[in-house]
């Protein structure tokens, strides 16, 4: 059992990290975590590559859902051309039609269960949104505009383009507890919290800055920005190791065990005296609102 992130047509890449990971089409189970296209010399073979595989599986990413609605929408042609989209132009009108249609029975999410369901692996492109439990994201569908609206906060969108949790994630790293604002923490803690019924959830889609697969809670991050000169990640769940390649044959990493996921610690919560804080500035701002409404009324 093999889960790629961010392959973004970089086939030579995602050949080698097959065979380093000894790949068996005949007997292994392998899922794309979405973006196999756009931005690399190689889209349409890696897209083809998927397309014809027995055992291989792709989640709907945000640069898939950009071509499925190019034809549709303008904004989401125009955002798709911006952002390597131009290898389509190669696609004859029938060519173009049956990737579309393919890129439309693409799930959001995926599941893997190991012992009966004692072990739960979940998939996404990008992220569940906070507090949202595993069952109901699963039931999630993809929407219409989901292409270019990376700001709305619908879960169908967050799971194709949401950061927060990784940035929430990036924060607590950067910065010790004690360096962090109240309205930070405040904003932080929700984000970083466990997906509710799952053991793990794998994501791709924001490139780590140091192309080593991250984790916090039961969340862990594999896109390694072989797009952005970095590496592409395979791993495999059950056996909790990865492997990666980089863009040089000799650059080659794995099976290494998977990374620590990192505890959600309690101290990012809001102290009493932080909340009290918070809520004295929130009734002075309240307050002052009052009074300038009053002076123009």
């Known amino acids: 059992m093999l889960v790629v992130g961010d392959i973004h047509g970089e ?3 995602f050949m080698r990290l097959l065979k380093v990971a000894e790949y068996d089409e005949a007997y292994d189970t392998i899922y794309s975590l979405g973006d196999v296209i756009d931005r690399g010399p190689e889209s349409l073979r890696t897209l083809e590559w998927f397309a014809g595989r027995r055992g291989a599986y792709m989640l709907l990413g945000n640069h898939e859902a950009m071509m499925m609605q190019a034809g ?6 125009r955002v798709w051309s911006r952002n390597g989209g131009g290898w389509s132009h190669c696609l004859g009108a029938r060519e173009k039609f049956l990737y579309t249609c393919m890129l439309r029975t693409l799930p959001l999410t995926a599941e893997i269960s190991y012992d009966t369901g004692a072990w739960r692996v979940g998939l996404v492109h ?4 906070s507090g949202l439990p595993w069952k109901k994201m699963q039931g999630v569908q993809t929407g219409f505009g989901d292409a270019v609206t990376d700001w709305s906060d619908s879960a169908s969108t967050v799971a194709i383009w949401g950061r927060r949790r990784f940035k929430a994630d990036l924060a607590m790293r950067k910065l010790p507890r004690d360096q962090l604002a109240a309205e930070v923490k405040m904003r932080i803690w929700p ?3 466990p997906v509710r019924g799952l053991d793990v959830l794998i994501c791709g889609h924001t490139v780590i800055d140091d192309f080593v697969p991250r984790g916090r809670g ?18 495999d769940p059950l056996k909790k190791v990865y492997w990666q390649v980089g863009r040089a044959n000799d650059r080659v990493w794995g099976p290494l ?4 996921l990192d505890p959600v610690s309690r101290a990012y919560r809001l102290s009493r005296p932080e909340k009290a804080q918070m809520q004295a500035a929130e009734a ?8 300038l409404l009053g002076a123009l009324i």
């Not at 549709?72 to 042609?77: G, K």
């Not at 002075?284 to 009074?291: A, L, N, P, V």
């Open 72 to 77: 549709e929408d303008f904004d989401a042609s």
């Open 284 to 291: 002075e701002r309240r307050e002052k609102f009052g009074s």
């Open 126 to 129: 990008a992220d569940v949104p």
């Open 218 to 235: 039961n969340v862990l991050w594999i896109e390694t920005g072989a797009a952005y000169g970095g590496r592409l990640t395979a791993v």
């Open 257 to 260: 065990p998977l990374p620590h």
């Open 11 to 13: 086939y030579e890449m």
């Open 191 to 193: 984000h970083i919290q």
